[in-house]
């Protein structure tokens, strides 16, 4: 898997001058990064393959030229450099998700396929605010994220483990284990788990369930945010990493999110494992494809791990 830290460093050091490109280590496509004529930050990708090139978007601006050899150019050049982290991430979601294809027409499918993805983030993050009940997962997961910086874990390794914010099933991986991240109001008796997928890998999980209670004080989305940035900033790639999976999971700084004044009402902690109730394809009929279902919080409570 290609790592956001190690491909901002080779970005970062490669020279900034007309078609000044570094090869990196993708298979199998034939991937550069660099800066194009414009010296604007590009992604460039060689290919034997013609692509179906989707438009070029208000971040993104995208083209396709067949060289002399009769391979195709394809660039992906960013019109702003304000956005280079989310860039940088935006790449090597696309370039990881293309890997163990079995040629180029495949690895290129599966890169536009995700690339609409995030044409999708650009448009909702520039466009929508964010639901109340999207703001709220949110804030669990970086009130979850805070935590483990606040325990000594390096900062690097903690956002390299926020994955929900790329759409995972699990919303934290460490080492061996994952944490799925539920947040609710203070009066709320139920989580909702939307897949099978998502509390039924083998290993071993945490399900961490912060219940929220709404103040005339206490932390709003935005002072959250504000809090983790300066607890990263000791760190570059860890704080620009930060702000790109803020992007990916939909925000972008308003002054509406910080209206709404939070504290943390309650802490719930459960050890998934195969005591616990969840529903799993392995038990179910072949014939039940996909599914979302209801805890009760209340029923759940008597197998909690410990309490914050």
């Given at each position: 898997m290609i790592d956001f830290d190690s491909l901002r460093g080779q970005w970062a050091n490669t020279l900034r001058i007309e078609h000044g490109y570094t090869l990196i280590d993708t298979q199998p496509l034939d991937c550069h990064?660099?800066?194009?004529?414009?010296?604007?930050?590009?992604?460039?990708?060689?290919?034997?393959?013609?692509?179906?090139?989707?438009?070029?978007?208000?971040?993104?601006?995208?083209?396709?030229?067949?060289?002399?050899?009769?391979?195709?150019?394809?660039?992906?050049?960013?019109?702003?450099?304000?956005?280079?982290?989310?860039?940088?991430?935006?790449?090597r979601d696309l370039l990881t998700c293309a890997e163990n294809s079995s040629d180029e027409a495949q690895a290129l499918k599966k890169f536009w396929r995700r690339y609409e993805h995030w044409q999708n983030l650009f448009a909702a993050a520039k466009n929508d605010l964010l639901t109340p009940e999207r703001?709220?997962?949110?804030?669990?997961?970086?009130?979850?994220?805070?935590?483990?910086?606040?325990?000594?874990?390096?900062?690097v390794e903690a956002v390299d483990g926020w994955l929900g914010a790329l759409k995972e099933h699990q919303d934290f991986c460490y080492g061996e284990t994952?944490?799925?991240?539920?947040?609710?109001?203070?009066?709320?008796?139920?989580?909702?788990?939307?897949?099978?997928?998502?509390?039924?890998?083998?290993?071993?999980?945490?399900?961490?369930?912060?219940?929220?209670?709404?103040?005339?004080?206490?932390?709003?989305?935005?002072?959250?945010?504000?809090?983790?940035?300066?607890?990263?900033?000791?760190?570059?790639?860890?704080?620009q990493k930060f702000e790109a999976l803020l992007f990916a999971a939909g925000y972008v700084q308003r002054d509406e999110y910080g209206e709404n004044f939070y504290r943390t009402a309650e802490v719930m902690r459960f050890v998934v494992d195969e005591n616990?109730?969840?529903?799993?394809?392995?038990?179910?009929?072949?014939?039940?494809?996909?599914?979302?279902?209801?805890l009760n919080l209340t029923a759940l409570k008597g197998a909690q791990l410990n309490e914050r």
């Amino acid at each position: 898997m290609i790592d956001f830290d190690s491909l901002r460093g080779q970005w970062a050091n490669t020279l900034r001058i007309e078609h000044g490109y570094t090869l990196i280590d993708t298979q199998p496509l034939d991937c550069h990064i660099g800066y194009d004529e414009r010296l604007r930050r590009t992604l460039l990708i060689l290919s034997n393959v013609e692509s179906k090139i989707p438009p070029s978007s208000k971040s993104v601006e995208i083209n396709q030229r067949q060289q002399r050899d009769g391979k195709f150019s394809l660039t992906l050049s960013l019109l702003s450099e304000d956005e280079s982290a989310v860039f940088v991430e935006m790449c090597r979601d696309l370039l990881t998700c293309a890997e163990n294809s079995s040629d180029e027409a495949q690895a290129l499918k599966k890169f536009w396929r995700r690339y609409e993805h995030w044409q999708n983030l650009f448009a909702a993050a520039k466009n929508d605010l964010l639901t109340p009940e999207r703001q709220r997962g949110l804030i669990g997961e970086l009130l979850f994220l805070r935590e483990q910086i606040l325990d000594g874990r390096p900062l690097v390794e903690a956002v390299d483990g926020w994955l929900g914010a790329l759409k995972e099933h699990q919303d934290f991986c460490y080492g061996e284990t994952w944490y799925e991240i539920k947040t609710v109001t203070e009066q709320a008796d139920k989580i909702r788990i939307p897949s099978l997928e998502q509390l039924s890998l083998e290993r071993r999980g945490e399900l961490v369930v912060y219940r929220l209670m709404k103040t005339s004080d206490g932390f709003t989305l935005n002072s959250l945010v504000g809090n983790l940035s300066e607890l990263l900033n000791r760190k570059l790639s860890a704080a620009q990493k930060f702000e790109a999976l803020l992007f990916a999971a939909g925000y972008v700084q308003r002054d509406e999110y910080g209206e709404n004044f939070y504290r943390t009402a309650e802490v719930m902690r459960f050890v998934v494992d195969e005591n616990f109730p969840r529903l799993s394809k392995k038990f179910l009929p072949d014939a039940i494809v996909e599914a979302s279902y209801s805890l009760n919080l209340t029923a759940l409570k008597g197998a909690q791990l410990n309490e914050r």
